[in-house]
């Protein structure tokens, strides 16, 4: 047993996507956590394994990390392997091809504690809404602006429509503010469909990519393909709905998760009582965090230059063996 158990946070962090930026639940129930225990906070991409001891706890999570690609699975797998104490806070299936298997597959059994964002999943894995329904910008109210504002994922952009529109890199600040003054959004965003529907409003997934937008339990419409006259039929059907009062029940659910976490980690680790060690401590790795976010973000820039100078090559010498042939 290592002197110092350790309480581990992963999760997917992009921070050009507001949605994997916050969720999580360390950013909502810090107070309980940094005053306890010593934690280490990873990425899904940049795991520390070494820092990991079969003693301590781990909570994966939140976000689309089940059925998302093998080498997550394998992740996953290896974390159950190391650690004996893996919870999983709110996660959800990202699959994107329903009809392909993504393996090597992962036994559930083997959590210590595992709840699923998704709602009547065919896993009957237990249901938690994802805990950014714990930002207090969701309760904002806003005098309607636009009937219909859409919000991109910045991977999955919606065709011009004319209407307002914004993306999810964007801070949440601005997100909410925007879905305040919306009637009604149309997203291919999965945490753009989720606030919108949090906050009231009618919603509409204009292009469903991941099986992950089928499994909310207050439903947006889904469109097959979007089109001005799609969008107008969508706004008449009577499948559009608002929903009232599913903020509190998602925040409850997670208040009362949150609680049986609580009682969970004090049977399996030791307390520290160096909060301010533990700031100081995330506040370095998350400076970490974004400096290999952008070094991978330069990185992707440059294959992608290289790629296009490659296709600009080889477009060339076609071009040179074709005008050689017509000789």
Not at 282 to 308: I, P
Request: charged share 25%.
């Amino acid at each position: 047993m290592s002197d110092v158990q350790k309480l581990h946070f992963i999760h997917h962090l992009d921070y050009e996507n507001a949605g994997d930026w916050l969720a999580s639940p360390l950013n909502y129930f810090a107070d309980y956590f940094i005053n306890r225990y010593s934690i280490v906070y990873h990425t899904l991409e940049y795991i520390k394994w070494n820092e990991i001891s079969p003693d301590d706890a781990v909570i994966l999570g939140g976000g689309g990390l089940l059925e998302n690609e093998p080498l997550i699975q394998e992740w996953i797998n290896r974390l159950l392997d190391m650690c004996g104490c893996v919870i999983a806070w709110g996660v959800g299936f990202h699959k994107r091809d329903e009809h392909v298997p993504i393996l090597p597959d992962i036994d559930y059994s083997r959590f210590a504690l595992i709840t699923a964002r998704d709602y009547d999943h065919p896993t009957g894995l237990e249901y938690l809404p994802c805990v950014t329904c714990m930002l207090p910008q969701l309760s904002k109210k806003r005098d309607i602006k636009h009937e219909i504002g859409v919000i991109n994922h910045k991977d999955y952009a919606l065709v011009e429509s004319g209407f307002p529109i914004l993306d999810n890199s964007a801070g949440i600040d601005e997100m909410t503010d925007f879905i305040a003054e919306s009637e009604t959004i149309l997203t291919t965003s999965y945490h753009a469909a989720y606030w919108s529907l949090l906050m009231g409003k009618k919603t509409i997934i204009s292009y469903a990519w991941a099986n992950k937008f089928k499994y909310f339990k207050n439903k947006p419409v889904i469109l097959n393909e979007l089109s001005i006259g799609t969008v107008s039929a969508a706004m008449s059907d009577e499948e559009l709905k608002s929903y009232e009062g599913w903020l509190d029940e998602c925040r409850e659910l997670n208040i009362t998760f949150f609680e049986r976490v609580k009682n969970l980690l004090e049977s399996r680790i030791s307390s520290t009582n160096t909060p301010e060690t533990v700031v100081n401590q995330l506040k370095q790795q998350e400076w970490v965090m974004l400096s290999l976010h952008r070094r991978m973000g330069n990185l992707v820039d440059q294959v992608n230059l290289l790629a296009g100078q490659i296709d600009q090559r080889f477009e060339r010498l076609e071009q040179f063996v074709s005008k050689k042939e017509q000789k």
